[in-house]
């Protein structure tokens, strides 16, 4: 069994900076693609930014320039570095990853999410 932890969140004035990580707890065979969501009050979840293996990132339109999507290869965390964050930046953000696990079958795909942490832009 394998879960997504993420951590990071907090309250930041606008023009300021955080960074979410998200790693995972469990026992997996490898991880593929990697992504940050966010779901404010209200909206549906959408699609922050993405990292496959191979380290390509794509970005919601409203946050390039803005955030950084990385992953650490070692640890199997996935970060989220975020500047200039704006009042309509705040949501919950959420992880996600693609695991490959290993079962009595053989090794399965497995889509993961955190828990969601919450970032709170406001002056």
């Known amino acids: 069994q394998v879960r997504l932890v993420e951590s990071g969140g907090g309250l930041v004035h606008p023009g300021g900076s955080l960074t979410l990580s998200c790693g995972p707890r469990?026992?997996?065979?490898?991880?593929?693609?990697m992504a940050w969501y966010r779901q404010a009050p209200g909206k549906q979840r959408e699609l922050v930014a993405a990292?496959?293996?191979?380290?390509?990132?794509n970005y919601l339109e409203s946050v390039k320039g803005r955030f950084t999507i990385s992953r650490d290869h070692i640890q199997n965390t996935v970060y989220l570095k975020m500047s200039g964050l704006k009042p309509e930046d705040t949501a919950v953000y959420f992880c996600?990853?693609?695991?490959?696990?290993?079962?009595?079958?053989?090794?399965?795909?497995?889509?993961?999410w955190g828990q969601g942490t919450q970032v709170t832009v406001s002056s």
């Open positions: 996600k990853g693609d695991f490959i696990v290993a079962t009595i079958i053989g090794n399965m795909p497995l889509e993961e």
């Open positions: 469990g026992v997996f065979f490898s991880i593929n693609d």
């Open positions: 990292i496959t293996s191979g380290g390509t990132a």
